[in-house]
């Protein structure tokens, strides 16, 4: 049997002081018959990101002259994965906030075929060092996501998710400043199954964050309402196109 290819992708913006620790702990040998390649993409950094990304072992980097924002590189990094092959797709943040080392906790319920779509829920698991107004305002997006969709979400904003083939595929995100709330409407909208994996979360110590609260608002809220207006037709999901025995070779994934 063919090694499937998990392609791990990271957004990234001037993020020279973490994204080399994160590459170096993303974890390449996780299975027998699963393959690991890493992709940043630098979103118009002006410092020395892709340098220490190419030492720091990334196998691939798609650079943007300028910044285009956190939801045009989510969408460049969906995009470039299916173009590398990828059979699953996994974005994490480049700023050390989330763990790389539970990826394959990610994994693994789409290689069961229990989900189409993972997201590292920081609520179901454990947060260290997050401010009361950043845990307020992922509370309230959050609640308003579970709302819209009628279905309960822990953490609607979290930077470590996995995707399916065919998740990848039909993913859209419609604005360029973020990703988090709109995907997620859209590919359960869609008829994909989400599943959230509790995961270990610390506050990054190094970098600047983009988010501000008015530009975030401003942002948000506008791309929500457009894409619940927008129609979309239900997807026919592929539940075993591309999975692996996993009770075969080895039982579970290493970390």
Not at 5 to 17: L, R, T
Not at 61 to 82: C, D, H, P, W, Y
Not at 201 to 223: E, H
Request: glycine share 8%; charged share 25%.
């Amino acid at each position: 049997m063919n090694k499937q290819k998990v392609i791990v992708f990271m957004p990234a913006h001037n993020e020279e002081e973490s994204i080399g620790d994160v590459i170096k702990r993303v974890p390449r040998s996780i299975h027998p018959w699963v393959e690991v390649e890493v992709l940043v993409i630098n979103d118009g950094s002006t410092d020395r990101t892709v340098e220490v990304a190419r030492h720091a072992g990334a196998d691939h980097i798609i650079t943007f002259e300028r910044n285009q924002g956190l939801g045009a590189a989510v969408r460049e990094g969906l995009k470039a994965s299916v173009e590398l092959g990828a059979h699953i797709g996994v974005m994490i943040d480049a700023d050390g906030e989330y763990p790389p080392e539970q990826i394959p906790d990610l994994l693994l319920p789409i290689f069961n075929g229990e989900a189409d779509y993972t997201m590292g829920s920081r609520f179901l698991g454990t947060i260290n060092g997050m401010k009361l107004h950043r845990r307020l305002g992922n509370y309230c997006f959050t609640a308003l996501q579970s709302i819209l969709l009628m279905k309960w979400i822990y953490d609607g904003q979290s930077g470590m998710r996995a995707f399916s083939r065919q998740t990848m595929e039909h993913a859209e995100i419609i604005h360029d400043y973020n990703y988090a709330q709109v995907l997620t409407l859209n590919l359960v909208r869609k008829g994909f199954r989400v599943k959230e994996i509790p995961i270990l979360y610390y506050v990054r110590t190094t970098g600047r964050s983009f988010i501000k609260f008015q530009s975030y608002m401003s942002s948000v809220l506008p791309a929500i309402y457009k894409e619940m207006r927008k129609p979309v037709e239900k997807v026919y999901v592929e539940e075993k196109a591309h999975l692996i025995p996993i009770n075969e070779g080895s039982n579970t994934f290493a970390k």
